[in-house]
């Protein structure tokens, strides 16, 4: 894996934001030191690291699968996720009856260089709301067009079928669960303009694959007691009044059911993406549980909840990475190493219990630290995005520069 130094497009921002990509830059004035997509960079991969990164991904979402399988089978597990007693019952029947899935990405640590991790190991696991979908299906494939050429070397590729599995997974998996000529409504929060910009790609690729659609709020979401439609009994509605039966949500799980709307849920109306059964896999609280079902295995880090026990077993000094169990976009993350005064990231979760992980050094590539993104779109790798950055903690805000491989 090498880290190459380029020339942006003159014209980028034009063309990313042409594809509906706004959100490129961290300020009013696109600049070197604001942008959030950095095309300066590229990272150049083998076909064999591709392997490599797909047979693990597709091991990976196997190993998450059997551990859903694993903690529903005696609900009282989910305590530990601090999964609310009534949404106990809820998230098995979810699994047990299969409910369809759509997408996620694995954050993973590889570097074929370094025999900690020359297997992809595991940091954690984004099965709910996973955004830089926009930027690692599109942006970075027209990247790809533009910018690398045959140059002799052999035209370039990338790992990158997110596109086409996308719409591929809405036309043959969850469109025929739809009744027919239903409607999908599909809900951020409209004034977040990088979940908005997600959601409204994903309409995009629900309407190719046949699937008519609605954008709602979240905050436009109502509950009617008796709306005619449903028959009574009570619905959610939209802003017109429309029952929502089928429902795309880039809204966090573990927020939902501390609303006041939780209970009708309960109710079990409505067919959701990401289905309640991902409340399992999105929580840190999935580490340890791999860690205890596979310990051992090449694509997982030793992981528990104390810390002290963890380090004790560990090699090279027992270096620990402690996660809030429920946390976003990197917060309240401390990383602590023999020798060294510990790191830590910012944030609002300081009152949620923490799982410990085993510490491994991420790829150091002229002086950044580099975290892939392995997407899943189904139950098969799609593609991967990379982010970057000068801490050794690569959190959301981290840059996110393109890739490819010869």
Known sequence: MKRHRITPRPDWIGKVESVGFTYHSRGDTPGESEVYWDESVAYELTAAEVDTLEVATNELHRLCLAAVDWIVAEPERME???????????VARSWMRRDPHLYGRFDLAFDPDNPEIAEPKLLEYNADTPTALLESAVVQWFWLEDAMPDDGGGTADQFNSIHERLIERWRTTIAPLMTRGSLLHLS?????V????TVEYLADTAQQAGIAFRHVGIEEIGWDEAPAAAGGGGAFVDADGE?????????????MVQDAFAPHLLLDQVGILEPPWKMLLSNKAILPVLWELFPDHPNLLPAGWDRDALALGGPGGGDTISKPILA???SNIELRRAGSAPVATGGRYDDVPVVHQRAVTLPRLDGMSAVIGSWVIGDEAAGICIREDSSPIVTGDSRLVPHFFR
Do not use: C, H, M, N
Not at 80 to 87: G, M, N, Q, T, V
Not at 188 to 192: E, K, L
Not at 194 to 197: A, L, P, S, T, V
């Open 188 to 192: 951020s929060y409209t004034d977040v």
């Open 243 to 255: 029952p929502i039966r089928y429902w795309f949500k880039l809204y966090p799980w573990e927020w």
């Open 194 to 197: 990088e979940e908005r910009q």
């Open 328 to 330: 976003r976009e990197g």
């Open 80 to 90: 530990r996720f601090r999964i609310p007693p009534a949404f106990r019952e809820y």
